[in-house]
């Protein structure tokens, strides 16, 4: 007996997907891949264009009751010194790099296998991929998400911009982020004009924003502070801050202004103390290996401090 001719069109009848589950399973993981390929590359060409409004290590603080403060400040504006501190204290090779410092990766490596504080290798380009589209912590799954932000900040921001973000978002203390508010919180003024003995110390609140003040009067932090500020000379003599201004106007070297109101308690003023920080909670944490001093004897005995001097603690934690 004949089967009954359907009156449902062949064009709109709906045909039973004949695929296994394990081949639909790897059509939907190929899918996600691919829109989360296509979504990464939107959001970094939208940020090209677009300040980060918020970001999840933001969202961790608004939720902990500790606010969010942050004044974004364009590249052109903020002082000389302070990009000049941040290359100084974090990455020596940022503009000479295309967003990994190999060597330093490995040379953390060799000492975090032979035991003792964990510390890394990032460089500002991971730092800045990992606090405008990541999270902190996170492990291997985060580091490779982190690398794969960083390679495509490399090539569709450049490193005029990946300044611009890092030390506009880059954590300066509790619930403060940016070296804008940074400034305004422990000096009384605006980052557009800043001493280069301001600009080091607030970098060397950058890898442990949460524990350390710039305004404290000893601890590890001014030591710290001290070697950044002979090293701003040597970025400087050297340009190893030229591709951020590369094309532009660098901005004019003004005096900060005189701040007559004593600045006021700070919360987590407490934290610093003459001894260094105790170990992270967590092994993820983002060290760069030490920064290289100048090549010349004279430069050297300059920006070396004395044996008694030498901070007992590493640079950076992303």
């Not at 490779?144 to 900040?153: D, H, R, S, V």
């Not at 800043?194 to 524990?211: C, D, G, I, Y």
């Amino acid at each position: 007996m004949a089967r009954p001719k359907s009156s449902i069109p062949k064009y709109k009848r709906r045909r039973r997907d004949s695929r296994s589950w394990p081949r639909r399973i790897v059509g939907w993981i190929v899918k996600l891949i691919l829109i989360f390929l296509l979504g990464s590359v939107l959001w970094v060409l939208a940020y090209r264009f677009i300040n980060p409004p918020i970001t999840f290590t933001m969202l961790s603080d608004v939720f902990a009751g500790r606010g969010a403060m942050r004044q974004w400040m364009p590249i052109s504006e903020i002082d000389r010194d302070m990009v000049r501190a941040a290359i100084a204290a974090e990455d020596s090779k940022f503009c000479t790099h295309h967003g990994f410092d190999y060597q330093a990766i490995e040379n953390a490596m060799q000492r975090n296998a032979s035991g003792g504080r964990i510390r890394g290798g990032s460089t500002i380009s991971q730092q800045t991929a990992k606090n405008a589209f990541l999270w902190q912590n996170g492990g291997y799954f985060r580091k490779g998400m982190e690398a794969w932000f960083t390679f495509l900040i490399e090539n569709l921001w450049g490193k005029r911009r990946i300044m611009e973000v890092y030390l506009n978002l880059d954590e300066t203390g509790i619930g403060t982020y940016g070296v804008n508010a940074g400034s305004q919180r422990y000096f009384g003024h605006d980052a557009g004009a800043m001493t280069p003995s301001e600009a080091a110390r607030l970098a060397a609140v950058f890898p442990l924003p949460k524990k350390r003040g710039a305004v404290a009067p000893q601890g590890f932090t001014r030591r710290y502070g001290n070697i950044i500020a002979a090293r701003i000379g040597v970025v400087g003599r050297d340009g190893l801050d030229t591709c951020i201004y590369k094309g532009a106007t660098a901005p004019v070297n003004k005096a900060p202004p005189v701040v007559a109101k004593k600045p006021r308690p700070l919360p987590g003023e407490e934290f610093e103390t003459n001894k260094p920080p105790p170990p992270a909670e967590t092994s993820d944490v983002d060290e760069p290996a030490p920064q290289p001093e100048p090549t010349t004897e004279a430069n050297q005995q300059a920006v070396q401090p004395p044996p008694e001097q030498q901070p007992t603690e590493p640079g950076n934690a992303g």
